[in-house]
């Protein structure tokens, strides 16, 4: 089965290359993929490129940011693939020719933590939307990512279906990606909205327990793009189409479903390949 996926893959490589323009075809053995600090931070990354660099021979250059940086870097011709987590703004860079061939990968949740003492009194609140009024109602501290990031977006759709404008000293903008945002909100004894990956992570350096999950709007969906040439001369076609391609090949969607079991005794992520948006 490998050897089958390998063999189609570098077809698939070789015809694109063939096509590709000479600066392409020269960095060929790079592929940057620009992606959210989740996948980094949770670790996932660190299982997934050194495999896909072992079969494919080809070096993966990381940048990992947040969503909406990751696809402005795509959509300027500075990355080959991209993965991200943002469905609305993905399929509007999709729409704009920026991205092509978006295509669901994996998907986990979001959940809300906080201090123990629990000011705000959220836990346990089955929705989302409620929690959060609660905790700008007390005026209780909330971190926010502040970065335009995937989960930055989410937070200020939650609180836009809330009916709250999330403002005043209690609000606290990081700018930072997950893992620092959890270390901010920590020491500030605050609230944050995380990815749960992100979360099990750093819970030896975090002790802000889970106080909301599970709510159908913190679900957390992962995509990866292919890049349109027609964004920059640099653009790795055959690249970035072999990363996407390795993500959602069955082997690698069965290291993702078992990513974090030794570890933390729970999979970090679910896989998701061949599913649409309305499957979820």
């Not at 703004?89 to 020719?97: D, F, M, N």
């Not at 609140?125 to 930055?152: M, N």
């Not at 893992?179 to 350096?205: P, S």
């Amino acid at each position: 089965m490998m050897a089958r996926f390998l063999a189609v893959l570098w077809v698939a490589l070789a015809g694109v290359m063939s096509l590709s323009a000479g600066p392409a075809f020269a960095q060929s053995n790079v592929v940057i993929l620009s992606t959210t600090t989740s996948t980094q931070d949770s670790g996932l990354l660190d299982v997934l490129v050194p495999l896909f660099e072992k079969q494919t021979g080809l070096t993966v250059k990381t940048i990992s940011v947040g969503t909406g940086q990751a696809l402005a870097l795509a959509a300027r011709g500075e990355a080959d693939v991209t993965l991200a987590h943002a469905a609305s703004l993905e399929k509007k860079y999709v729409a704009e020719g920026k991205m092509t061939n978006r295509r669901l990968v994996m998907y986990n949740d979001f959940v809300i933590i906080g201090p123990p003492d629990d000011p705000a009194k959220i836990k346990s609140l089955p929705k989302a939307l409620d929690a959060l009024k609660r905790i700008a109602e007390s005026q209780s501290r909330f971190v926010s990512r502040g970065d335009k990031s995937g989960t930055h977006v989410l937070e200020l759709a939650l609180w836009k279906q809330a009916g709250v404008e999330p403002k005043g000293a209690w609000y606290i903008e990081s700018g930072q990606g997950m893992g620092q945002t959890l270390g901010i909100a920590n020491d500030r004894r605050a609230y944050t909205l995380t990815d749960r990956a992100t979360y099990l992570a750093f819970q030896k350096r975090v002790d802000l327990p889970i106080l909301v999950e599970k709510d159908r709007p913190l679900l957390n969906i992962y995509s990866v793009m292919e890049v349109n040439p027609a964004n920059g001369p640099r653009v790795n076609v055959a690249g970035g189409k072999a990363f996407a391609e390795f993500v959602l090949a069955p082997e690698t969607q069965e290291v993702i479903r078992t990513f974090g079991m030794d570890k933390y005794g729970q999979a970090l992520f679910v896989p998701i390949a061949g599913k649409k948006d309305e499957d979820l």
